[in-house]
């Protein structure tokens, strides 16, 4: 059945998830936040900064007016930077009913607070509003190409879930469904930080063992966190953690490993970002993972140095250096 989605934000994500759901022959309304680049995109028919030679197909309307966007949709899909969630849901919330439901394809944190953006929705909305989220291991142009990819919905309503799932599977796009949120929020805005880990080991030129290990202890990483917080470890161990996890620490698309390869090779972090000309969420995420991280009690090594490298000045090669250095212990600790 042919359902109108209002899909919120026309970066690389937002503009590949429309394009997926327009395969599925629904009806979709892309919102840009900029006016200029809603009506090039809309005129042209193609993202031209963020992919741009892939056309939009003609079920696709891009345009710069919210509520437009909103009004009359059957599904909504925020796909904003994580900072920008809270701000775009207050000016949704008017729009919004249980029969609509709020789905989201945002990664990270609240900035400030540390909240996963389950939590955010939940105090806007109600603890019985239904939520999904669209997460794993999913590079935005891969998706837009068409090529195969298999992704998670999280929601905390089957029902939705698998109506979720239901609009965004087909030939080429494999959706599963999970209950678990906190796993599946974590899995995805933790993999972030441990990419830019990975990166800074590729830009130093330390080999493959090293990635390797890198990758592992961090997933040991992301399971010790997400136990404190009360997530099914088994969602840690599929597609939206150890699948993103692997994709985004060592995948050329990966803007938070093209950071992490940029500050491995003497670039600073201002002048990295500067080069890719995009989010890198990694950033934001590695110091609220640091806050979470302490208010828990879990010792995340990796994502520390990360976090004294974007923030304090520390350098990449010192980094791993402590890493390697530190006391001996049963690889199950």
Avoid at 86 to 93: G, I, V
Avoid at 178 to 192: C, F, Q
Wanted: charged letters at 25%.
């Amino acid at each position: 059945m042919t359902t109108t989605v209002a899909v919120l934000g026309a970066g690389s994500w937002g503009t590949a998830l429309a394009m997926q759901l327009s395969r599925m022959e629904h009806s979709v309304r892309l919102w840009a936040r900029d006016a200029r680049q809603a009506d090039e995109m809309q005129q042209t028919r193609v993202n031209r900064r963020y992919l741009p030679d892939l056309e939009l197909a003609g079920n696709i309307s891009v345009s710069a007016d919210f509520d437009r966007s909103v009004s009359g949709a059957d599904r909504v899909l925020v796909v904003t930077p994580s900072h920008a969630f809270a701000e775009t849901l207050d000016r949704l919330k008017s729009h919004l009913d249980e029969r609509m439901g709020l789905a989201w394809a945002s990664k990270g944190f609240e900035p400030g607070s540390g909240r996963l953006l389950h939590e955010v929705a939940v105090d806007r909305l109600g603890k019985d509003f239904p939520l999904a989220l669209v997460t794993g291991p999913s590079f935005a142009r891969e998706v837009a190409e068409g090529l195969p990819t298999a992704v998670t919905v999280a929601a905390n309503s089957p029902d939705f879930g698998q109506r979720w799932a239901e609009m965004l599977h087909g030939v080429s796009f494999r959706a599963y469904y999970t209950a678990d949120l906190v796993g599946a929020e974590l899995g995805g805005a933790i993999k972030n930080v441990l990419a830019v880990a990975c990166g800074m080991v590729d830009g130093l030129g330390l080999g493959s063992n090293t990635r390797a290990a890198l990758i592992t202890r961090g997933l040991a990483e992301m399971m010790r966190l997400g136990q404190a917080l009360g997530a099914d470890p088994r969602t840690l161990m599929g597609l939206a953690g150890i699948g993103d996890l692997v994709l985004t620490c060592t995948g050329d698309l990966s803007r938070n490993r093209r950071l992490g390869l940029a500050l491995g090779q003497g670039k600073s972090r201002d002048q990295a970002v500067a080069e890719i000309g995009q989010v890198v969420e990694g950033i934001k995420t590695a110091e609220e993972v640091m806050r979470l991280a302490e208010k828990a009690g879990v010792e995340m090594p990796i994502s520390e140095q990360v976090h004294g490298i974007l923030y304090k000045g520390w350098s990449a090669k010192k980094g791993v250096q402590v890493l390697m250095e530190r006391e001996l212990k049963r690889e199950t600790e």
